[in-house]
Nanobody, 117 residues
């Protein structure tokens, strides 16, 4: 089963940048979307940015123009460059892959992003 390990989170001031990394291991998988999700207490996990099976990128409206998703297939690693961070971006960020409505990996520890105002 595929596994993901997220890293790169931290405390940053509003307006600052941060780059997250997601390392994949454990084998191949089928996908409709692979991407970054985030969750805050009391809220459902939401898709922030992702790649579709066709290679297109998708972004939540709240991060368009500020976040950029990328990947290095040779390193089995996906990245999320976050610029112009806002306090409302504060969350635990995870990566996962979704196929036919089901997530293909167990949720990892995620990486905490805290944006101070």
């Amino acid at each position: 089963q595929v596994q993901f390990v997220e890293s790169g989170g931290g405390l940053v001031q509003a307006g600052g940048p941060l780059r997250l990394s997601c390392a994949a291991s454990g084998g191949t998988f089928s996908m409709n979307v692979i991407g970054w999700y985030r969750q805050t207490p009391g809220k459902q996990r939401e898709l922030v940015a992702g790649f579709t099976a066709g290679g297109s990128t998708i972004y939540a409206d709240s991060v368009k123009g500020r976040f950029t998703i990328s990947r290095d297939s040779a390193k089995n690693t996906m990245y999320l460059q976050m610029n112009s961070l806002k306090p409302e971006d504060t969350a635990v960020y995870y990566c996962n892959v979704r196929f036919r409505g089901a997530f293909q990996a167990d949720w990892g520890q995620g990486t905490q992003v805290t944006v101070s105002s």
